[in-house]
T-cell receptor
């Protein structure tokens, strides 16, 4: 029972570097999303997808890109890392409602802790 | 943007004490979820409340959804060290502003032996 798998778990970047956080789920969920978690700010939605080939912006999309070529994978790309992107990133998946959002339980990965120097 | 405010932000109590965590908003939600997150892990769903006034119990945890579906509370009876963690509420705003889940800031609970 893999569920939602995120890699890497830890990453240190220098300002201006790019990288991709990987997310894969094996539950055949249509809905996938990326959140960032910062102290005192809860979970903020970065980007989400309601199915392969469909992505949309969340609350804090600037500086991040996503793509959804398969149902299983939803990578998050940082194009030019900034210290403000230091955070813990969570990928989450769920079934999709008719309204195009998550329905029922969100299943989270274990998180990717990113530090940008 | 819908906002969910949780209080208190931090709570440190002794084993055996009771506590209540609140999740408040000015917006109406179609449902509200409570998650618990332990260090180094992702949040895990505890319960979903859907109907205004609904009460759900999970062992020593009691969850209530406000009559107007704008607020919720989590009450823990006789807290144990294993209850330590970050508690997050999340509201489904599909009734008013789309179908995204909005998370509160979280309540960090520490139960001391």
């Amino acid at each position: 029972n893999a569920g939602v798998t995120q890699t890497p778990k830890f990453q240190v970047l220098k300002t201006g570097q790019s990288m991709t956080l990987q997310c894969a789920q094996d539950m055949n969920h249509e809905y996938m999303s990326w959140y960032r978690q910062d102290p005192g700010m809860g979970l903020r939605l970065i980007h989400y997808s309601v199915g392969a080939g469909i992505t949309d912006q969340g609350e804090v999309p600037n500086g991040y890109n996503v793509s959804r070529s398969t149902t299983e994978d939803f990578p998050l790309r940082l194009l030019s890392a900034a210290p403000s992107q230091t955070s813990v990133y969570f990928c989450a998946s769920s079934y999709t409602s008719r309204a195009g959002g998550p329905i029922g339980e969100l299943f989270f990965g274990e998180g990717s802790r990113l530090t940008v120097l | 943007t819908q906002l969910l405010e949780q209080s208190p932000q931090f709570l440190s109590i002794q084993e055996g004490e009771n506590l209540t965590v609140y999740c408040n908003s000015s917006s109406v939600f179609s449902s509200l979820q409570w998650y618990r997150q332990e260090p180094g892990e992702g949040p895990v769903l505890l319960v979903t409340v859907v109907t205004g006034g609904e009460v759900k119990k999970l062992k020593r945890l009691t969850f209530q959804f406000g009559d107007a579906r704008k607020d919720s509370s989590l009450h823990i009876t006789a807290a144990q060290p294993g209850d330590t963690g970050l508690y997050l509420c999340a509201g489904d705003g599909r009734l008013t502003s789309g179908s995204r889940l909005t998370f509160g800031e979280g309540t960090q609970l520490t139960v001391n032996p």
